[in-house]
């Protein structure tokens, strides 16, 4: 009797917990079995090849082995693959028909990740890419005064560029964010602790703790300045955690699940303790929020105080459509914006909200918004690489090219990084505002 496989599913995927605690996960021999199955899968599918570049690499690799197939691909070779993903996510939640509960329950994302994890683990990771996701240890010293200027400086001069890049791996013609001394939390310490009330609506207290980010904290803080300034006006409180530590995502993308735990083990008791006392969660930076909704409560299924954080965290522009739906949101807008055309970063996609920039955009007067549902390849720290530079423009120029066509008045993307990658991308460093930047324009605050 013939077993039929059923193609694809109409069922919502369904995302297992990452048993990473298990000294299997870590197994080479059990990894590559793994790796073998589910890249002779993709292989047969093929539907990814547009996503990022690690599905052209592992294409790549099959069809010029003398078989063909996947298993006349040498398996020092499936590290080549590893190493271009950066885990958005997408190929999961847009594109592979065959994710739990299919019954061949396939992650490719988390897969990529346990990939890293055991790479990190056998002491394989360079240094550059470990120095990289430190981005408290770098921001903090980068922030200080004298320090400051040096670094800005480096970053801004071509002969710094080479040195970094003989020495780090950095490309030199990469776009690397500046460093700033003001940092968000030094420039508003006066909401740190502060106490306040707010008027509920639907799933939300009416009053918000801001999780700045490492970037948000260091590289810009003129984009949580914005988000501070649109919330109260519209009548939320904002305050600041006592402490902050990186939300862990740097981490996780390099397969440092320990450090990830250290990152989890700072932060949640302090997020757990604002939404006891009533307050929500907002991060400007879309991998932030993902990875308290996602990736930590997929690693810790068990720890009642992430879950909890888990359902009160929320994406600026989900918090202020669920306000609007409650009419709690002002529609007032002092100035129209024209026509805005922004790429909706990976990591807001995946978190399953809709489009709701778009949704509170448009919502001003005389604006058409256009929305670029397409990867931007910067993922943080591929796109500074110098071995997965080129790999991360040639992501990007769709994007670009789409951007340029529009001959929009504003662009930018939900991602700070990307949007960034996107402008350099136009050479037009720079000229990049992010959607908060824009709803802040727009009401005249």
């Not at 040498?74 to 993903?85: F, G, L, Q, R, S």
């Not at 897969?111 to 240890?137: C, I, N």
């Not at 020495?167 to 776009?175: P, R």
């Not at 390099?254 to 969660?281: F, Q, R, T, Y």
């Amino acid at each position: 009797m013939s077993t039929t496989i059923r193609e694809g599913s109409l069922d919502a995927p369904t995302r297992h917990p990452l048993d990473w605690k298990n000294p299997r996960f870590y197994d080479r021999a059990a990894l590559e079995t793994e790796l073998e199955r589910v890249f002779d899968i993709c292989h047969g599918c093929r539907r990814c090849v547009s996503l990022c570049q690690a599905f052209p690499t592992l294409f790549d690799l099959v069809d010029e082995s003398e078989t063909m197939e996947v298993d006349g691909v040498d398996k020092a070779d499936y590290i080549k693959v590893v190493d271009h993903c950066y885990l958005c996510d997408l190929c999961y939640m847009t594109k592979c028909p065959y994710v739990p509960p299919h019954e061949w329950n396939l992650d490719f994302p988390h897969l990529m990740l346990r990939a890293k994890a055991v790479k990190y683990k056998e002491g394989k990771t360079k240094q550059r890419d470990k120095l990289l996701s430190s981005t408290d240890l770098v921001g903090s010293l980068a922030g200080i005064p004298v320090v400051n200027g040096l670094v800005n400086a480096a970053l801004n001069n071509s002969g710094g560029r080479k040195l970094m890049e003989s020495v780090l791996g950095v490309d030199s013609t990469a776009a690397l964010p500046e460093y700033h001394s003001d940092t968000l939390r030094k420039r508003h310490a006066d909401l740190i602790g502060r106490s306040a009330s707010g008027t509920a609506a639907g799933p939300t207290t009416g009053k918000v703790a801001l999780f700045a980010t490492c970037y948000g904290n260091y590289n810009d803080p003129g984009v949580n300045d914005d988000l501070i300034a649109v919330f109260e006006h519209n009548g939320i409180p904002v305050t600041l955690a006592q402490k902050e530590r990186c939300c862990g995502m740097p981490k996780l993308e390099l397969g440092d699940l320990e450090a990830v735990e250290e990152a989890k083990s700072a932060n949640i008791p302090v997020l757990k303790a604002l939404v006891d006392a009533g307050w929500d969660i907002v991060a400007p930076v879309p991998s932030c929020v993902l990875m308290f909704k996602q990736e930590l409560p997929l690693m810790f299924p068990d720890d009642a105080d992430v879950q909890l954080v888990k359902q009160h965290i929320f994406d600026p522009f989900e918090y202020l459509m669920l306000r609007h739906k409650q009419g709690k949101l002002s529609t007032s807008f002092d100035k129209p914006l024209g026509k805005v055309v922004y790429q909706a970063s990976c990591h807001q996609r995946v978190q399953n909200i809709g489009q709701k920039t778009r949704e509170v955009l448009a919502l001003v007067p005389d604006t058409t918004v256009e929305i670029i549902e397409r990867c931007s390849g910067h993922d943080g720290t591929y796109a500074v690489k110098k071995e997965f530079h080129a790999a991360s423009m040639k992501i990007v120029r769709p994007v670009a090219s789409r951007v340029k066509q529009a001959e929009a008045d504003h662009f930018g993307s939900d991602c700070p990084m990307a949007g960034a990658h996107i402008a350099h991308a136009l050479e037009q460093d720079g000229k990049q505002q992010h959607p908060l930047t824009l709803l802040r324009i727009a009401y005249g605050v």
